[in-house]
């Protein structure tokens, strides 16, 4: 059974960079068939993805126009996770973020992260 | 905006049916499977429908997908209270290389 487990703080300053990482079990990071994902929800902009990373022969990714700017999602093999980071947060960036595994859908989410940014 | 346009909401009373719009074009779902989810706020999103008409495991059959050229459906029978949730559509964006995820659909069963 697949199982991922987020960890971050919970609060962010404006202009800071906001951290969290997905811990893994029953699975690889670097698993040729998976691809791991993060995932924001907000009630002004519903669901949101935000990239993703993979390994096939060698690592890859994605990121969603909207952040692509300031995102950076990176495995860690020694650990078997991965992170995510937002650079130059604004209040915008408030949600709830979820890291989850899948190609193009996802079966299995984290608990969820309130990331809120304030000052 | 997004890329994906559902309603923003729908209702039905219990025991009915309802159906969820997803529209997007040629580049999304006229080329990619379609999935959908549900999300109750402060729960974590649940994987309805795979590969436009597929259940994972433990979904019931009430729930049931279809994809026809640039628009997808979701259908949900015998409404149940415990239903009432948000609907969201996602699928891959072939032009961009990216996810999109439709709006968000609110069910209401009155």
């Known amino acids: 059974q697949v199982q991922l487990r987020q960890s971050g703080p919970g609060l962010v300053k404006p202009s800071q960079t906001l951290s969290l990482t997905c811990g893994i079990s029953?699975?690889?990071?670097?698993?040729?068939?998976?691809?791991w994902n993060w995932i924001r929800q907000s009630p002004s902009r519903g669901l949101e993805w935000l990239g993703r990373?993979?390994?096939?022969?060698?690592?890859?990714?994605n990121y969603a126009v909207s952040v692509k700017s300031r995102i950076i999602i990176n495995p860690d093999t020694s650990k078997n996770q991965f992170s995510l980071q937002l650079d130059s947060v604004t209040p915008e960036d408030t949600a709830v973020y979820f890291c989850?595994?899948?190609?193009?859908?996802?079966?299995?989410w984290g608990q969820g992260t309130l990331v809120t940014v304030s000052s | 905006q997004s890329v994906l346009t559902q309603p923003p909401s729908v209702s039905a009373a219990p025991g009915q049916k309802v159906t969820i719009s997803c529209s997007g074009s040629?580049?999304?779902?006229?080329?990619?499977?379609v999935s959908w989810y549900q999300h109750v706020p402060g729960t974590v999103p649940k994987l309805l429908i795979y590969?436009?008409?597929k259940r994972p495991s433990g979904i019931p059959d009430r729930f049931s997908g279809s994809k026809s050229g640039r628009s997808a459906t979701l259908g949900i029978a015998g409404l149940q209270t415990g239903d009432e949730a948000d609907y969201y559509c996602?699928?891959?964006?072939?032009?961009?290389?990216?996810?999109?995820f439709g709006g968000g659909t609110k069910l209401t069963v009155l």
């Open positions: 989850a595994r899948g190609d193009q859908y996802f079966d299995y």
């Open positions: 996602g699928t891959w964006e072939s032009s961009l290389s990216v996810v999109v």
């Open positions: 040629s580049t999304n779902i006229g080329k990619n499977y």
């Open positions: 029953g699975d690889s990071v670097s698993s040729n068939s998976a691809v």
């Open positions: 590969d436009n008409n």
């Open positions: 990373t993979y390994y096939r022969s060698k690592w890859s990714g």
